[in-house]
């Protein structure tokens, strides 16, 4: 009886269960950054990285393994106008761990952003392209959680440059920044005049915050660190939309936890490294405070949703049909 309930489980294990990746390697990185400013040594951050590396293996293979035994139902998630949009989270998971093991190990972090940015190259043409040659979609089926595809190919930079690869980095920068504005318009459209979302969904809201925050760490990084206009910009922008969502926490807090609550986790994490990387830059007491302030939110939000992700599964409330 156990190993039947055990194969429903991993029957019903949704694509989005990546996003728990993004939000721990978000965290990850963003300890890393704080080692300075905040004055702890590497240990935090190597603990992280052993975490999250150990949390995308094990996602990475149960998936994997529904794949091999129900290939229907991940049929049938691709299909879904919704989930479709996590499935280039399991790539973004690789290129954010190439950009967490830069500073221990060179060789793996080049594998893996190497491995992770062909699959988002790929994810990208093949939701594209779903999203042009398709019967299905509805402008109610648009939600922030379309712009993850998107997400990551604005990331690929933030290691490429790093490791050297400028032009291979500029290619996917462009991708990002020029479908993220137009995707931007489609999904405001369908706020102002569409009924809001689901309440279940609310939280993807907070992915808005991403593309920008990500936008300008990879330009600094393709500029080396030079904090022109454009750079001023992006993380501007990015601050607004963290504080344009954090006035509005009364819708937010009124939801129901569910996996969904997972979107909080990246885009905070892209605003808070985007704020020490200020920092670092332009520094001044408003980003140095600013910094720790969204870090300590970070990490209290990350602990929250690992207990409360912890006590849903305990109760079997993940991994179950909707």
């Not at 269960?17 to 004055?39: N, P, Y």
């Not at 300008?216 to 504080?243: E, N, P």
Request: with cysteine; hydrophobic share 55%.
């Amino acid at each position: 009886m156990q190993t039947t309930h055990t194969h429903k489980r991993l029957e019903h294990m949704p694509i989005s269960l990546f996003a728990t990746v993004m939000g721990l390697a978000g965290l990850t990185i963003a300890t890393q950054k704080a080692e300075t400013l905040l004055g702890f040594g590497e240990q935090p951050a190597m603990a992280l990285t052993a975490v999250t590396s150990l949390v995308y293996l094990l996602v990475l293979l149960a998936y994997t393994s529904k794949w091999l035994k129900y290939p229907e139902a991940v049929k049938h998630e691709f299909a879904h106008p919704i989930r479709l949009s996590f499935f280039p989270a399991s790539s973004i998971g690789m290129i954010l761990l190439s950009i967490v093991y830069l500073p221990y190990q060179l060789d793996l972090a080049f594998y893996l952003w190497a491995i992770g940015s062909t699959v988002q190259l790929l994810f990208t043409l093949v939701v594209l392209s779903n999203w042009i040659h398709h019967d299905r979609f509805q402008i109610q089926h648009s939600n922030p959680a379309w712009f993850i595809p998107i997400v990551g190919n604005v990331l690929v930079p933030i290691a490429g440059a790093e490791l050297g690869y400028l032009e291979v980095s500029w290619f996917f920068y462009s991708i990002g920044l020029m479908m993220w504005l137009p995707l931007l318009a489609v999904l405001l459209n369908r706020f102002f005049f569409h009924p809001m979302m689901p309440g279940k969904l609310l939280p993807t809201l907070f992915i808005l915050i991403a593309p920008p925050a990500v936008g300008f760490i990879s330009w600094m990084k393709l500029h080396h660190g030079v904090t022109d206009d454009v750079a001023r910009i992006l993380y501007y922008f990015a601050l607004f939309t963290t504080l344009l969502l954090a006035s509005q926490y009364k819708f937010f807090i009124k939801v129901e936890f569910a996996l969904p609550w997972w979107a909080y986790s990246f885009p905070i994490a892209a605003i808070t490294i985007a704020s020490f990387i200020m920092n670092e830059h332009i520094g001044g007491v408003f980003f140095y405070s600013l910094s720790i302030v969204l870090y300590i939110s970070l990490l209290l939000l990350m602990i929250m949703l690992i207990v409360k992700t912890v006590k849903a599964m305990l109760n079997g409330k993940i991994c179950v049909p909707e």
